[in-house]
Every structure is written in C-alpha cells, then in structure tokens.
Nanobody
Framework: QVQLVESGGGLVQAGGSLRLSCAVS????????MGWYRQAPGKQRDLVAV???????NYADSVKGRVAISRDNAKNTVYLQMNSLKSEDTFVYYC?????????????WGQGTQVTVSS
C-alpha cells in the first residue's frame, strides 16, 4: 500500500513562510502526477498545486505567485513552499498521488498537516 506522510505544517504569522513535505513510500516517477490539496472542516478538498511526472506545474489562482511545488526524485519527496501566508491559507493540507491504471486513475492521500496562519 502506498504511503504518503506530510510534515512541515504549524502555526505561522501572516506574511511568513512554511515548507510542507510529502514523503512517499514508492518511487514518485511511478505516479502520473502529485499534488497538494487543502480542506477546511466540513468543506470540500480543493487543489492548491500539482506537478506531473514530466515536471509541469499548475496552481490554484488563490495561491499563484506565493506558492511553489517541487519534487526531489532521489528522496521520493514532494514539497510545497508557501510564502506571504495569509489567514485565509489556514487549512489542513493533504498530499495526493495519482497512478494511472489500465482503466482508471488511482488516488492516494496522506493524513494531512495543519497550517494555521495568525493575523
């Protein structure tokens, strides 16, 4: 079973930075894409950033210019660098990995890491 373990969340003041890490139990090249999502209690989980196996990236409009997703293939780890944090960035952040199967995609999720931005 694929395991994704997030770390790096915490409490930070508005304007500060955090770097989230997602350590994956398998070679991340085996995944079609990897991404970060965020979710508030009782709300849907929304995309923050995604990176494909080819290195292409995409970001939610709300974080463009403040966030960067990257991957370290040697460490099987995906990162989310977040700068100029705002109180509205307060969510639980989840790492996601997508593997292409013969007939469908398979999604794998981490347990989430809390990010709290104080104003």
């Amino acid at each position: 079973q694929v395991q994704l373990v997030e770390s790096g969340g915490g409490l930070v003041q508005a304007g500060g930075s955090l770097r989230l890490s997602c350590a994956v139990s398998e070679n991340i090249f085996s995944f079609k894409r990897m991404g970060w999502y965020r979710q508030a209690p009782g709300k849907q989980r929304d995309l923050v950033a995604v990176i494909t196996s080819g290195g292409s990236t995409n970001y939610a409009d709300s974080v463009k210019g403040r966030v960067a997703i990257s991957r370290d293939n040697a460490k099987n780890t995906v990162y989310l660098q977040m700068n100029s944090l705002k109180s509205e960035d307060t969510f639980v952040y989840y790492c996601n990995a997508v593997r292409q199967g013969p007939n469908r995609e398979y999604n794998f999720w981490g347990q989430g890491t809390q990010v709290t931005v104080s104003s």
